[in-house]
């Protein structure tokens, strides 16, 4: 694949409902990242996988948010009992291992909450 | 986790050079100075980055003060497209940091024709 791709563009919900993100990395790259962004705002951390290392869950909000990652490939970012709050863009990057690495970024999922 | 401070705005005119700051303070021996930008409606970009050394690509330039305490990217023309926001961020180089990545709010620069 070309790049990062994320899943779906758009997702409309409802409050209370539960959604699931999908996120598929550039083959190859051990290092996952879940920000969100929301409207004018700067980009805020959620989680970070890195190979079969635990994962750093420490920007997650609320246990309503989960995230999985089986080995390299793709994640999931799951928000569940969803709040208005939430409405947000949920951007994934990925990258080779290494603090020279870019971060490539997806162009998100775009999560409104009714 | 080192923490960056930009300006909220800064505004160019096309055609003219760009000096975006970035101070960061209490950076470590071991963080490497990154920038990205992100253009209306997508995900962010790599522009460059560096650790003690001046780096130029073919993006832009950047300018390491000799403290480290502040680093500025340089726009040598902007353009139209280059209205976006530009975030500056650490990233840890040992080992143990981790490379979690924390973006603040960036920069958000306006260029007029």
């Known amino acids: 694949g070309a790049g990062v791709s994320q899943s779906p563009s758009n997702k409309v919900t409802e409050k209370g409902k539960d959604v699931e993100l999908r996120c598929d990395p550039i083959?190859?790259?051990?290092?996952l990242y879940w920000y969100r962004q929301r409207l004018g705002q700067g980009l805020e951390f959620l989680i970070y996988f890195q190979g079969n290392s635990a994962p750093d869950k420490s920007g997650l909000p609320s246990d309503r948010f989960s995230a999985e990652r089986t080995g390299e490939s793709v994640s999931t970012l799951t928000i569940q009992r969803t709040q208005q709050e939430d409405s947000a863009v949920y951007l994934c990057?990925?990258?080779?291992?290494?603090?020279?690495?870019?971060?490539?970024f997806g162009s998100g999922t775009q999560l409104s909450v009714l | 986790d080192a923490k960056t401070t930009q300006p909220n705005s800064m505004e160019s005119n096309e055609e003219e050079p760009v000096h975006l700051p970035c101070n960061h303070s209490t950076i470590s021996g071991t963080d490497y100075i990154h920038w990205y930008r992100q253009l209306p409606s997508q995900g962010p970009e790599y522009v460059i980055h560096?650790?003690?050394s001046n780096v130029n690509n073919r993006m832009a330039s950047l300018a390491i003060a000799e403290d480290r305490k502040s680093s500025t990217l340089i726009l040598h023309r902007a353009t139209l497209r280059d209205a976006a926001v530009y975030y500056c961020?650490?990233?840890?180089?040992?080992?143990?940091?981790?490379?979690?990545?924390?973006f603040g709010a960036g920069t958000r620069l306006f260029v007029k024709a």
């Open positions: 560096g650790l003690t």
């Open positions: 083959s190859g790259h051990t290092a």
């Open positions: 961020i650490l990233r840890d180089g040992f080992p143990t940091g981790g490379f979690k990545t924390i």
């Open positions: 990057a990925s990258s080779r291992q290494g603090v020279n690495e870019k971060l490539f």
